[in-house]
C-alpha cells in the first residue's frame, strides 16, 4: 500500500504516531521543555516495510499550546518535507494551523543523519548552559554518570555538544545547523546560544532519553559552575587557571592586548560599599576581601601586566617594599 494513500494516512500507524507526539508534549510541557508554545517534536511513521529514510513524518504545529495538542492538530509530511495532512482550522482564540517553525531543521537533521525522532526543546537548562561563556563554541563534560545515556558515549567519555548562534527566525538557524552535524559526526545534539537544543535519535525513545540525559548534564553544569567547580574536568575541582590561581577555567587562554577571554569568568559576589569598619565588620575584610584579592591578583596581572598603570603599581609596590626592609634591618 503507498503512504501516500488516504487508507495509509488514516491507517493505524500514523495515528497512533499522531498520539505519543501529543503525550510526549504533554510530559515535556511539565519539564518546562516546550512552555509558552515555544519548542516542538517530530517522529517518523516506524514501518518495518519502508526504509526510514523513506518514511513519512509526522511534526507539532506551531504556536499552539503544546500540552493541550491532540491528535488532529499534527502535521504529516511525506520524507521529502511535503504535507500531506494538516489539522483543520479551529474557532477563535486559536490560530490558524501552520506547520512548525522547526521544521527545515528537523528534514535537515532527518537527511543528514537519517534520525528516527528529533526533539527541539526550549528548556531553561540548555539556554543557560549556552550563556555561561559567550565566546565558547562547544559544551563538554566528562565524569557524569548521566553521560551513558547519550549514544555513543561512557562514563569517562567526553560529551562535546556544538553551541551556534540563535537567529531572529527559526529558519534561518538550517545552515549553521547542518554545518554543526557536519562538524560533529559523533554528536546527537546542537544547542543554539539563548534559545535551546535540537536532540535526535533512531526513535522516539532514544531522542527522549537523550534529551533528559542532555537537560541533567547541562543542569549539573550550571549548579557546578555556580559552586565554583569545573564541570569539564574529570575530578570537577575548584576553577583554578593554570598559575594556579582560582576563578578561572581549564581552558582559559587570556590575552592581555586583544582583552579576549576564552574561558568562563567567575561570577562576582562583592562590592566593597566603604571603609572597613565603617558599614562592616573587620570579619569581612580578613574573611573575604583578603581571600578574594589573593584570588584575583593573577588574573588581574594576566589581563593588565602590559598597562603602564599596572607598571606603576608593581613599581610603587617595589619601592614601598624596599623601604620597609630598610627600616626593619
Not at 501516500?4 to 510541557?29: H, P
Not at 526533539?119 to 553521560?147: A, Q, Y
Not at 536532540?199 to 541533567?216: F, M, N, P, R, V
Amino acid at each position: 500500500m503507498a503512504t501516500t494513500s488516504q487508507a495509509y494516512l488514516e491507517g493505524i500507524r500514523v495515528k497512533e504516531t499522531k498520539a505519543l507526539i501529543s503525550d510526549l508534549c504533554r510530559q515535556f510541557y511539565h519539564l518546562g521543555w516546550v512552555s509558552g508554545t515555544g519548542g516542538s517534536i517530530t517522529i517518523k511513521v516506524h514501518d518495518d516495510s519502508i526504509p526510514k529514510s523513506q518514511q513519512l513524518i509526522v511534526m507539532s504545529p506551531s504556536g499552539v499550546q503544546k500540552e493541550r495538542m491532540m491528535e488532529e492538530d499534527m502535521y504529516v509530511l511525506s520524507s521529502d518535507g511535503s504535507v500531506l495532512s494538516e489539522p483543520l482550522a479551529k474557532p477563535w482564540p486559536h490560530k490558524p494551523p501552520k506547520c512548525s517553525d522547526c521544521g527545515p531543521l528537523f528534514l535537515k537533521t532527518y537527511e543528514m543523519r537519517n534520525a528516527g525522532a528529533v526533539i527541539h526543546s526550549h528548556g531553561m537548562e540548555s539556554c543557560l548552559v549556552t550563556m555561561i561563556n559567550p565566546s565558547s563554541k562547544e559544551f563538554r563534560i566528562t565524569h557524569m554518570e548521566m553521560i551513558k545515556g547519550i549514544q555513543g558515549h561512557g562514563y569517562y567519555d567526553e560529551i562535546v555538544v556544538p553551541i551556534i548562534e540563535n537567529t531572529a527566525h527559526e529558519r534561518e538557524l538550517t545552515e549553521s545547523l547542518a554545518e554543526a552535524i557536519k562538524a560533529y559526526p559523533k554528536t546527537t545534539a546542537v544547542l543554539v546560544r539563548n534559545h535551546g537544543i535540537y536532540i535526535w535519535g533512531d526513535s522516539w525513545i532514544s531522542a527522549k532519553t537523550q534529551a533528559e540525559c542532555y537537560h541533567y548534564l547541562f543542569d549539573a553544569a550550571i549548579k557546578l559552575h555556580q559552586l565554583g567547580l569545573d564541570w569539564s574536568t574529570p575530578s570537577h575541582s575548584p576553577i583554578h587557571s593554570p598559575n594556579g590561581v582560582q576563578g578561572s577555567h581549564r581552558n582559559a587562554k587570556v590575552s592581555a592586548k586583544e582583552g579576549l577571554n576564552d574561558g568562563i569568568e567567575p561570577s562576582r559576589r562583592y562590592i566593597v560599599l566603604d571603609v572597613e569598619g565603617v558599614t562592616t565588620p573587620i570579619s569581612f575584610v580578613t574573611d573575604v576581601l583578603f581571600p578574594y584579592a589573593r584570588n584575583s591578583v593573577g588574573k588581574h596581572l594576566e589581563l593588565t601586566y602590559d598597562t603602564a598603570e599596572t607598571q606603576n603599581d608593581i613599581k610603587l609596590l617595589c619601592a614601598q617594599v624596599s623601604q620597609l626592609s630598610r627600616e626593619l634591618f
